[in-house]
């Protein structure tokens, strides 16, 4: 957990107004900005808001950052003290590079040989940059790049059976050969043009012969399979001798991609968490930026609607503490200790004029202190606080039925909630058993928490076994079980009020209501609804459960919450209490009117949650439950609130 004096020190840093640069590009007039209502100019228009640079094929480099690009981040390092930093790190990541030893082809595990890819990815971004920025050009930066694109494309193969693989894989080599092309032999020109061909575009047009599931999925294996072979496509384009597969593979990559893109809609949530967010989200801004500055048209797939507004999804997404709402297969990622692959969110600011995914990108940089390439590329000194504190403090995602709010932004102690409805798994391969599940941050601290994904190597993680594991399971989540069994596996529940959402600055409380009914089996319940009332000043959650049995022979009733708080039953039949640090929050069964349970023999227990090898690790979680025999308990009225 970030403390708040560190928080308030990097939140200075990244609202500081840096150098000249900024100051003369905010006082650029542009027609194009002043007709469409948008923000600074995205770099790939001039002033008259036409599209520039585009080399169509005819040079290189022409991948994503052209020439005239390079001046443009050689003068943020100069005069913006935030660039200048993450050109620093970009610079230590490449010296550490230079004594590396190449990747070498590791035999497939469960996620292929994915890993030893994105080294190789990564090492050829930080080479190329390096080298490209250099003046004189630093010979040393493409020795060493070669050296990994040499390696890289002498791999026995690029794992087919797992296509994540030779899609970015095939991306790699593209950059590398675009962005070194000019200093490159004839013979190692050839020799990546062969690996993008017999290694990436054969196997992509086997897969897509075959239909292989990505290219029907509108989830993350399409926007990188696809996105990472239409980069390729655009690297060789002009060698149609040497690839002849090319132009096929982006003809299919380029149809492909769309249904994917579709999961956007409509109002920019990913229907498979934050953490496959930014995988999707990078790839397609790779491949945009890459359509961009080689044909001078991203094709529409920057027009579908919701991805212009993707970005704000993961705003809300991210809590007061810096983690993320996890939902499915996504991992919490807190800012400081977890992966730093958000650098498409200063494209989507500048792109659609939103000055508050700059500042949140910014910030949460200058607290991991990783920037990566991406981050240097992209970079924009745009948005300040006061661009963020405009945002609603409430937002409801319709499709994917997921819903975030808050008490303030910029604030680490402020009150905060995550509520999951949605899809449990059908057209979700990430998607859990989780209909009804929250997470909870008030204090400068997480009380509910999401256990997130398991072992992707577990035995049928993604079949048949995958909701025999208890992460997966809604056991393993903030929600109920009747009789410890599952929700269903194919439905959706839907979000079907609220109150103050999205919510104005003024709000001091929001209200949400699901209908769960659907998530259980008909013998078990008649109807479940669950309310959810957060109230900011008091820091109250309230969560109301009311459920109708029918003629169901159901026995027990679960109500459960996650937690690393320390727990103690205060009173078995109506209080517990979360401890952390020196907070410490009430967990109590309602027991007045108007909002009073009934709920006879109602009960308080907990348990540590000792999930054992080969699932991951559960170490400091615990479960608090309340149990109660049913059909008597009806209504389930459970007060979260300070101590």
């Given amino acids: 957990m970030v403390s708040f004096d560190h928080f308030r020190i990097l939140f200075v840093l990244a609202t500081v107004s840096f150098g000249a640069g900024s100051l003369r590009h905010a006082k650029v007039r542009h027609p194009w900005r002043q007709e469409n209502g948008v923000g600074p100019l995205p770099r790939w228009l001039d002033e008259g808001g036409q599209l520039v640079g585009a080399t169509h094929g005819a040079t290189h480099p022409r991948l994503r950052v052209l020439d005239k690009d390079l001046d443009r981040i050689r003068d943020y390092i100069k005069t913006d003290a935030t660039a200048a930093e993450y050109y620093s790190t970009v610079l230590r990541h490449g010296t550490e590079i230079l004594v590396q030893p190449p990747v070498v082809r590791p035999p497939p595990g469960p996620s292929g040989i994915l890993t030893t890819v994105r080294v190789a990815l990564e090492r050829v971004y930080t080479t190329g940059l390096l080298y490209r920025l250099s003046q004189p ?4 930066w493409l020795e060493r790049g070669w050296k990994e694109l040499e390696a890289s494309v002498n791999f026995s193969d690029w794992n087919p059976n797992h296509f994540l693989d030779v899609a970015e894989m095939t991306h790699t080599v593209a950059i590398g050969y675009d962005w070194f092309y000019d200093d490159l032999t004839e013979d190692q020109r050839a020799m990546l043009e062969k690996a993008i061909e017999v290694k990436g575009f054969q196997p992509a047009l086997q897969a897509y012969k075959d239909k292989s599931f990505w290219t029907q999925y509108p989830d993350n294996w399409n926007n990188v399979c696809n996105g990472g072979l239409i980069v390729g496509y655009l690297a060789v384009m002009d060698r149609p001798q040497a690839c002849p597969s090319a132009a096929e593979v982006f003809t299919k990559a380029l149809a492909g991609i769309p249904k994917a893109m579709a999961s956007y809609g409509p109002k920019g949530a990913w229907p498979e968490g934050v953490g496959y967010w930014a995988y999707a989200t990078r790839y397609t801004v790779f491949a945009i930026t890459a359509l961009e500055t080689v044909l001078g048209t991203d094709k529409g797939l920057g027009e579908t609607p919701g991805f212009n507004l993707t970005a704000l999804f993961v705003l809300q997404a991210t809590a007061p503490s810096l983690q993320f709402f996890n939902y499915a297969d996504s991992g919490a990622y807190h800012y ?11 494209y989507l600011a500048t792109r659609f004029n939103l000055p508050s995914a700059a500042f949140l990108q910014r910030l949460k940089v200058n ?3 990783e920037a990566q390439p991406d981050d240097l590329i992209e970079y924009t000194p745009m948005g300040t606080a006061d661009d963020v504190m405009k945002l609603p403090k409430c937002a409801l995602f319709p499709r994917q039925n997921v819903l975030m709010a808050r008490s303030a932004w910029l604030d680490p102690k402020a009150t905060w909630i995550g509520i999951k409805a949605g899809i449990t798994h059908e057209g979700d391969p990430h998607g859990h058993l989780d209909i009804g599940s929250f997470v909870y941050e008030a204090l400068g601290h997480r009380w509910a928490i999401d256990l997130g994904a398991d072992s992707y190597a577990l035995p049928e993680y993604f079949g048949k076994l995958r909701f025999t594991y208890y992460r997966l399971r809604n056991i393993g989540h903030n929600t109920l079980t009747f009789d410890e069994e599952n929700q269903a596996e194919n439905t959706n529940a839907s979000i079907t009020s609220t109150t103050n959402c999205p919510g104005s600055m003024g709000s001091d409380s929001i209200a949400a209501s699901i209908d769960m009914t659907s998530a259980y089996a008909p013998s078990k319940i008649e109807q479940v609804l669950r309310h959810f009332n957060l109230t900011y000043p008091t820091n109250e959650l309230m969560i109301i459960d009311e459920i109708s049995y029918g003629k169901s022979t159901t026995k027990t009733v679960t109500w459960a919450l996650h937690t690393f708080a320390n727990v103690s039953i205060i009173d078995k039949t109506s209080t517990a209490h979360l401890s952390r640090g020196s907070h410490v929050m009430q967990v109590s069964l309602a027991t007045s009117s108007p909002e009073s349970s009934d709920c006879p023999q109602a009960t308080f227990s907990y348990q540590a949650v000792d999930l054992q090898p ?7 979680i615990n479960k608090l439950m309340i149990q109660a025999p049913a ?9 979260i609130k300070p101590a």
Avoid: W, Y
């Fill in 336 to 346: 400081s200790t977890g992966p730093t692959d958000t650098p498409s969110l200063f």
């Fill in 614 to 620: 080969p699932q991951e690790s559960t170490k400091g």
């Fill in 137 to 140: 050009a630093n010979r040393t």
């Fill in 367 to 369: 607290i991991s202190g």
């Fill in 631 to 639: 059909p008597g308990c009806t209504r389930l009225v459970v007060s």
